[in-house]
């Protein structure tokens, strides 16, 4: 049975599905005003591979996975303000490039993707009822402000206490909160700002309610997961668990799940760092799935941390992978799953271990190996095998010739090298050896290796 770690529990426990004919699953989303790092990259293949085994589980029916997009925020207006675009023009171009880097990552689209711009109505109609039940008040600059004193359970994600909370808080001489924890739900306008028409004035939303509005006009006021970065656990999610649960009087996401930092030299990759790579750039270098199976390397609540050697380590573990199965036709008739699917399994279903799972996948892949030549039959059943559960990962889909032979800007082409293989082969037959070992030479020093069989020779990228 899938077992998972609760961050509002502090606790793995059974995953138990509100109603398992429609398993609900929220994530928070990107705020589309720049490139995705890497840091977006692990939120998004994470959360992907969780919404994978949800579907394997209960059926792709019956898994509804939401990830909304932030389209109006401080920063946003901040970067359409000084590239001269409206804000519409900004997210459109960035919602383009994030959606082209979670393809290349082999993501699958989640069912829904809500904008917070499409949902003003929501937004406003959920402040309304905070209002309406006391739990948020208009103050004197216009702004609404949810009064978090007001909500018993404040804190109960995070672990934290609201006195030692207000103890650390200030107010700002400019603000009329009634209490420095509150937060704004409502900014009101200011000058050439966008802006919407509400109860309290023209304005915009502040960021934690658009989550709140959006998860459960998508999803109902009560569903089974709500994800996201580790960054958002305080005050971000906490302070959606205060507004939702305000609002609608009932339980909000039974399971809270938060996948764990990037780190470069022990620090927090963020953009406010200066520290961060997006997935654009590292994809100049890398295969995406080779960047896919980097992040699936470590258990998704430990920190990640990102390096040349590891990103090396993982196009290493792919090649011997997908050279396992080079040269044996997949035969879904002949899937039939062995006790590697279990042990398979049985990672995943323990909080999605997929470091594991990974591993596991090696041992197939050296089964494969040594079945190649003398059970063909079986090794072709392995590697069935292999395929299939590497699925649910998100790898090894690719033809293996594909991934193998895959080049980056500045190296041969395949054209180039079937070339000089072609031309190696004729020296041979003309016993032409100081010209073949030259141009296996060359090959090499071009980073690739060939591998001589019977009667052909193969090749593959270094």
Not at 220 to 248: R, V
Not at 326 to 348: H, K, N, Q, T, V
Request: charged share 25%; glycine share 6%; with cysteine.
């Amino acid at each position: 049975m899938l077992e998972i770690y609760n961050s509002l529990t502090r606790k793995s426990q059974p995953f138990s599905p509100l109603d398992a004919k429609n398993v609900r699953l929220y994530v928070c989303g990107m705020t589309v005003y720049d490139y995705c790092h890497i840091g977006h990259a692990r939120v998004l293949v994470v959360f992907d591979v969780i919404y994978r085994y949800l579907t394997h589980i209960y059926g792709a029916d019956h898994v509804t996975y939401i990830r909304n997009i932030t389209d109006i925020d401080d920063k946003i207006i901040a970067r359409a303000n000084e590239r001269g675009l409206n804000i519409t023009e900004l997210t459109e171009e960035f919602i383009t490039a994030m959606n082209e880097d979670a393809r290349a990552l082999g993501v699958l689209s989640p069912n829904q993707e809500p904008r917070a711009t499409a949902h003003m109505p929501q937004i406003i109609e959920m402040i309304q009822a905070l209002v309406n039940k006391e739990y948020a008040y208009q103050a004197e600059n216009g702004d609404v402000y949810y009064a978090v004193a007001k909500f018993e359970a404040y804190g109960q994600l995070s672990g934290r206490q609201l006195e030692d909370l207000r103890a650390g808080a200030r107010v700002a001489v400019d603000e009329a909160k009634r209490d420095p924890l509150d937060f704004v739900l409502w900014k009101s306008a200011k000058p050439d700002e966008p802006h919407w028409d509400s109860p309290w004035g023209k304005g915009r939303p502040g960021w934690h309610i658009e989550c709140s509005a959006m998860s459960t006009h998508c999803l109902g006021n009560h569903f089974d997961i709500h994800g996201g970065g580790m960054d958002l656990k305080f005050p971000h999610h906490e302070n959606e668990i205060a507004q939702s649960c305000g609002a609608t009087g009932e339980a909000f996401a039974n399971v809270w799940m938060h996948n764990g930092f990037v780190q470069i030299d022990n620090e927090k990759m963020a953009k406010s760092l200066g520290n961060f790579f997006t997935i654009r750039e590292v994809l100049e270098r890398y295969d995406p799935e080779v960047l896919r199976y980097f992040i699936l390397s470590s258990h998704y609540r430990g920190p990640l941390n990102y390096s040349n050697v590891h990103l090396d380590n993982s196009k290493n573990a792919l090649t011997t992978l997908y050279t396992a199965l080079r040269g044996i036709e997949i035969d879904e008739s002949l899937l039939a799953p062995s006790e590697y699917s279990s042990r398979f399994f049985a990672a995943m279903d323990n909080d999605f271990a997929t470091s594991e799972a990974q591993a596991i996948l090696f041992e197939l892949a050296h089964e494969i190996n040594k079945l190649k030549i003398d059970q063909a039959m079986m090794a072709a059943r392995y590697a069935t095998e292999l395929k299939s559960l590497a699925k649910l990962l998100g790898l090894l889909q690719r033809d293996a010739e594909d991934f193998l032979q895959a080049g980056q800007s500045g190296e041969l082409s395949a054209d180039e090298i079937e070339q000089k293989i072609a031309q190696r082969n004729q020296a041979r037959a003309d016993k032409d050896f100081a010209l073949s070992d030259r141009i296996r030479k060359e090959l090499q020093d071009a980073g690739v290796v060939l591998e001589d069989g019977a009667g052909s020779t193969s090749w593959r990228r270094e």
